[in-house]
């Protein structure tokens, strides 16, 4: 059963970001907040429900510029779009693997990135897209590298006063593809016991651009820099790939859980690596 609280409808960034610096909690979807509220994890007295505010609204695709996304594009809307599936496939296979159809039209990419869940599925594809969110509150605009949102557990780059309002995702160039694994314990709605995301440029057979994104491998969705700077000007074969798996080790931190040994989560992670490679390869290959 839900507490008490005091629910505000702000149809304004300026009612919403004074409502949020007050302590009001920041709802779009709810699939998160609500939960936690049930089960007694958060007890706000106050709750501002965002999704009447026009600036976080609406998505649109350009060729040249990309993705520009409002906060509160859910991720059925992703799942749908058939641009998504052509130029984002990354972006394609978290977000259709997010809960459920229902908690997917509910659930935002915004609430995504704000409940800062080390086990996110759509986080790590937006980070190989290389996406940037754009932050928004009395003082003006920012714009953030996506990697660099991240503080630590459950925190944000996000000032008291400010709210996240859109994300902007780069158009991939040709002979470009990304892919997400997501391995959970089983076939069904299920958190990620590891995930890992990835994309490649080809120029002929060489790896031209790499980037690689681990979730549930670290307190927070983690670039893996270094492996990516190893494997930059490579061969794109097999090797190359195994390379990666072991390379990537290096770069992650994953802890033990009921759900799983950290040192399951390693050797996963070596053998997810180099396999959501080759899918992101394949699909450069045939863009």
């Avoid at 906060?71 to 809960?99: N, P, Q």
Wanted: glycine residues 8%; neutral net charge; hydrophobic residues 40%.
């Amino acid at each position: 059963m839900l507490p008490k609280f005091e629910l505000y409808m702000p149809d304004t960034m300026e009612e919403a970001c004074r409502l949020k610096a007050e302590g009001a909690e920041v709802v779009a979807g709810g699939t998160d907040v609500f939960v936690n509220m049930h089960g007694g994890k958060d007890r706000s007295g106050k709750v501002v429900d965002i999704k009447n505010i026009p600036t976080l609204q609406g998505h649109t695709f350009d060729e040249a510029q990309g993705l520009d996304l409002g906060a509160l594009t859910t991720h059925r809307e992703i799942e749908l779009w058939d641009v998504i599936k052509k130029h984002y496939r990354a972006m394609f296979e978290g977000c259709s693997r997010v809960g459920s159809v229902q908690i997917r039209t509910r659930g935002t990419l915004g609430g995504n990135i704000c409940n800062g869940a080390p086990s996110a599925d759509s986080i790590g594809p937006m980070l190989v897209h290389d996406a940037r969110v754009v932050a928004a509150g009395p003082a003006g605009e920012r714009e953030i590298p996506l990697h660099n949102f991240y503080r630590g557990l459950k925190k944000l780059d996000l000032r008291p006063d400010e709210l996240l309002v859109r994300i902007r995702i780069p158009a991939p160039p040709a002979h470009s593809g990304s892919f997400y694994i997501k391995y959970t314990r089983r076939d069904a709605m299920d958190l990620a016991l590891l995930g890992v995301s990835t994309y490649v440029e080809l120029t002929g057979d060489t790896l031209k651009t790499v980037r690689i994104a681990l979730t549930t491998a670290a307190p927070t969705p983690i670039r893996a820099f270094e492996t990516e700077r190893i494997l930059t000007g490579r061969p794109a074969v097999e090797e190359t790939f195994l390379t990666a798996g072991k390379a990537v080790l290096q770069e992650s931190h994953p802890r033990s859980s009921w759900r799983s040994s950290a040192e399951f989560r390693l050797a996963l992670l070596e053998e997810l690596t180099a396999q959501a490679l080759r899918q992101a390869t394949a699909v450069a290959k045939e863009a």
